[in-house]
């Protein structure tokens, strides 16, 4: 099993830091997101996140939303998400997690979906509406299966959430740049820097900043502080307007922000 704490430990002793990208599974197709993932990785991505599609997705900004609502259009099921990781996993060496919605994860059962996201050789969950001091069952099936659980914390948290997140995350905290939905944004917020303060100094093992990274200018930015930079919307469009060669593209421009100058 290819954990995501090993790899970003390793890009920020080669590099200044790891590059994780950001893709919905079955968009435009789910053939196409497996090539899109594969090639987002042999352009410079060091980890992947995959988003399970959703019908109630209120967190995901409208180019993410217009993705998934295509791929539930298209007919993607659950199973789906697992048949991508495997795909995925077998052809590239990066650790693949899934962001997902709580929800779907109960429907399906918790150590039912731990249990098969670990036999696809997938790292663990991003799971962005589960809060720690509700995770009991969640935590349990990663303890027993070994995969990462990354939770989340905001600019607004308060100390005792930040401890929270950081005590019950594993491989890394994602740390909220700026409130509200995913989007690409022209500047990153400055709270991030402050956040990943505050996560380093409640222990995190890594802090890795998400929402409104889009260009590797701010990567480099985010990773003057922060030990990875996430990058989902700018990905999802690239690819919504270009294909697999244009979301390719930008994932190597984007590496280019991990590199020392």
Partial sequence: ????????????????????????????????????????????????????????????????????????????????????????????????????????????????????????????????DLIPDEAADWIAASERTGLDRVFLAAPTSTDARVRQAVDASRGFVYAVSTMGITGARGDVDEAARALVGRLAAAGAPASCVGLGISTAAQVAEVLEYADGAIVGSALVKALADGGVGAAAELAAELARGTRPE
């Fill in 1 to 128: 099993m290819r954990t995501a704490g090993p790899a970003i430990r390793r890009r920020n002793d080669e590099a200044n830091g790891a590059l994780i990208g950001y893709l919905p599974v079955g968009f435009p197709t789910l053939d196409e997101s497996v090539e899109a993932a594969v090639a987002l990785v042999e352009n410079g991505v060091d980890v992947l996140e995959l988003g399970l599609p959703y019908s109630d997705p209120v967190m995901d900004g409208p180019v993410i939303q217009a993705a998934t609502q295509q791929a539930l259009a298209n007919g993607f099921r659950l199973s789906h998400g697992f048949e991508a990781v495997r795909r995925i996993t077998e052809r590239t060496d990066a650790p693949v997690l899934i962001m997902t919605y709580w929800n779907p994860v109960v429907q399906y059962g918790v150590d039912r979906f731990a249990d098969d996201l670990a036999a696809a050789g997938g790292a663990g969950l991003i799971t962005p």
